[in-house]
């Protein structure tokens, strides 16, 4: 796949370790893209180490134990997505306004001691290496399941989009942004990017939210996942 002027074609294309951004709720997808506004120094320090290097940072979110999410250095996620820095802007206060395409998944291993004020870890993307290859498992996903749960959604909240560009996208762009777009929690979007496949991707976020139509129709509120 390409990601901005960079190909990989196989994970031997890619770091055996990365640094990562911990952020709660971020969900990037391979072949999709995540703005970033970057703003705490060790993070500004981690873009400049990327932009010296291969721009690749790994995208996890902290482990959903109470322990973790009270912690000023959480336990990570098990599985994580790199992504390509391909676009940045300094915005003169400090900043970065950032752009990372999501490249592939991968399983966060050990954390490394480094002198960097980022954290490091060793990653294994041998499991998710069919991320690499575009459009893999499209034909599996249930896409008039999907169009469904999403036209209930739009409709119970009163909601409109473009629908001819959604029935016109392709299969896995189609899963993947509605996956990103989706307005549900942290360990939602954490069982999206740990989906087996697209097929089981495409599942989960359907399951998902006819959870969250029945709750509203129930006055329960907002989806979170047990």
Same mark, same amino acid.
């Given at each position: @796949?390409?990601? %901005?002027?960079?190909?990989?074609?196989?994970?031997? #294309?890619?770091?055996?370790?990365?640094?990562?951004?911990?952020?709660?709720?971020?969900?990037?997808?391979?072949?999709?893209?995540?703005?970033?506004?970057?703003?705490?120094?060790?993070?500004? #320090?981690?873009? $400049?180490?990327?932009?010296?290097?291969?721009?690749?940072?790994?995208?996890?979110?902290?482990?959903?134990?109470? +322990?973790?999410?009270?912690?000023?250095?959480?336990?990570?996620?098990?599985?994580?997505?790199? %992504?390509?820095?391909?676009?940045?802007? +300094?915005?003169?206060?400090?900043?970065?306004?950032?752009?990372?395409?999501?490249?592939?998944?991968?399983?966060?291993?050990?954390?490394?001691?480094?002198?960097?004020?980022?954290?490091?870890?060793?990653?294994?993307?041998?499991?998710?290496?069919? #991320?690499?290859?575009?459009?893999?498992?499209?034909? #599996?996903?249930?896409?008039?399941?999907?169009?469904?749960?999403?036209?209930?959604?739009?409709?119970?909240?009163?909601?409109?989009? $473009?629908?001819?560009?959604?029935?016109?996208?392709?299969?896995?762009?189609?899963?993947?942004?509605?996956?990103? @777009?989706?307005?549900?929690?942290?360990?939602?979007?954490?069982?999206?990017?740990?989906?087996? $496949?697209?097929?089981?991707?495409?599942?989960?976020?359907?399951?998902?939210?006819?959870?969250?139509?029945?709750?509203?129709?129930?006055?329960? %509120?907002?989806?979170?996942?047990?």
């Amino acid at each position: @796949m390409q990601a %901005g002027n960079a190909i990989y074609e196989t994970i031997a #294309d890619l770091p055996p370790v990365l640094p990562v951004f911990p952020l709660s709720g971020a969900l990037l997808l391979p072949r999709t893209q995540l703005p970033l506004n970057i703003f705490e120094p060790r993070y500004i #320090d981690m873009i $400049d180490d990327a932009l010296s290097g291969n721009r690749l940072i790994g995208m996890v979110q902290p482990a959903s134990d109470e +322990e973790s999410q009270r912690s000023d250095r959480p336990r990570l996620a098990q599985v994580g997505c790199v %992504g390509r820095l391909t676009s940045f802007q +300094e915005t003169g206060d400090g900043r970065y306004m950032i752009t990372l395409q999501g490249v592939t998944r991968f399983a966060v291993g050990r954390e490394l001691e480094t002198i960097a004020k980022f954290r490091c870890v060793e990653c294994d993307f041998a499991p998710f290496a069919a #991320d690499l290859q575009c459009g893999n498992g499209e034909d #599996d996903v249930d896409r008039n399941g999907l169009l469904k749960a999403l036209r209930a959604y739009l409709d119970a909240n009163n909601l409109e989009a $473009d629908w001819q560009s959604v029935v016109e996208a392709e299969t896995e762009v189609l899963v993947n942004a509605l996956c990103m @777009m989706c307005p549900y929690g942290a360990q939602e979007k954490q069982a999206l990017l740990e989906a087996r $496949d697209l097929k089981t991707r495409a599942e989960t976020l359907i399951a998902i939210t006819e959870m969250d139509l029945a709750r509203s129709q129930n006055g329960e %509120g907002g989806t979170t996942l047990q």
